[in-house]
Nanobody, 123 residues
Framework: QLQLVESGGGWVQPGGSLRLSCAASGFTLDYYAIGWFRQAPGKEREGVSCIDHRGGSTKYAESVKGRFTISRDNAKNTVYLQMNSLKPEDTAVYYC????????????????WGQGTQVTVSS
């Protein structure tokens, strides 16, 4: 069975950092682009960042540019999202997703999704 599992979420104070992980099982990520998305209660799901299958090309939402960094380690079949200088508005459930092809910030183009991990930023 193909599966993506996010981990690393939790609670931090504003200005703190978290690193999220997205691990694949049942298939290899070598040929898949990966996207990170988030959804807060009552709001639409939005794209956060994405990375191509080799890690040579990345994209970021304007709201996180300069604070978040996406990376991947294909040997570990894992993609990461390093989140620094976190703000209360970053609070959301974060999801990773995989698509065979080009990296994209459009959620409806992704084939496989994780269950999500909660990130809460507050004092």
């Amino acid at each position: 069975q193909l599966q993506l599992v996010e981990s690393g979420g939790g609670w931090v104070q504003p200005g703190g950092s978290l690193r999220l992980s997205c691990a694949a099982s049942g298939f290899t990520l070598d040929y898949y682009a990966i996207g990170w998305f988030r959804q807060a209660p009552g709001k639409e799901r939005e794209g956060v960042s994405c990375i191509d299958h080799r890690g040579g090309s990345t994209k970021y939402a304007e709201s996180v540019k300069g604070r978040f960094t996406i990376s991947r380690d294909n040997a570990k079949n894992t993609v990461y999202l390093q989140m620094n200088s976190l703000k209360p508005e970053d609070t959301a459930v974060y999801y990773c997703a995989a698509v065979w092809g080009m990296a994209t910030m459009r959620s409806n183009l992704y084939d496989y999704w994780g269950q999500g991990t909660q990130v809460t930023v507050s004092s």
